[in-house]
């Protein structure tokens, strides 16, 4: 099981980017998957889960309105469209995969605990 994150950068307050996570040795269709970020000296914190059969999105309080998670299964990716993008976001950002029986939190709580999966990161930096 690999999942191979991509897709950071530098960008400017408001900005825009989209990150990517190819999936490999694994069906993304038995899985939900999971954006992380840790920035430095903090905790690191779910920002957005999509579940598996139906597809249904959860996301942090920080981030809900303005960052979009989605799937595409044929290509075995998800993809984080972050936009209005503000200096607190910059961090390195996951994504991870649970057990298949996992299901994203309407609260948008997501336990690093329960992601036993995870890719190497990519580094986003909001800056003018």
């Known amino acids: 099981v690999q999942l191979q994150a991509s897709g950071g950068g530098l960008v400017q307050p408001g900005g825009s980017l989209r990150l990517s996570c190819a999936l490999s040795?694994?069906?993304?269709?038995?899985?939900?998957i999971a954006w992380f970020r840790q920035a430095p000296g903090k905790e690191r914190e779910g920002v957005s889960c999509?579940?598996?059969?139906?597809?249904?999105?959860a996301y942090s309080d920080s981030v809900k309105g303005r960052f979009t998670i989605s799937r595409d299964n044929v290509k075995n990716t998800v993809y984080l469209q972050m936009n209005s993008l503000k200096p607190e976001d910059a961090a390195v950002y996951y994504c991870?995969?649970?057990?298949?029986?996992?299901?994203?939190?309407?609260?948008?709580?997501?336990?690093?605990?329960?992601?036993?999966?995870w890719g190497q990161g990519t580094l986003v930096t909001v800056s003018s």
């Open positions: 040795g694994f069906n993304l269709d038995y899985y939900a």
């Open positions: 999509i579940n598996r059969n139906d597809g249904d999105t």
């Open positions: 991870a995969a649970p057990d298949p029986m996992y299901y994203c939190p309407d609260s948008g709580q997501f336990d690093v605990a329960d992601f036993g999966s």
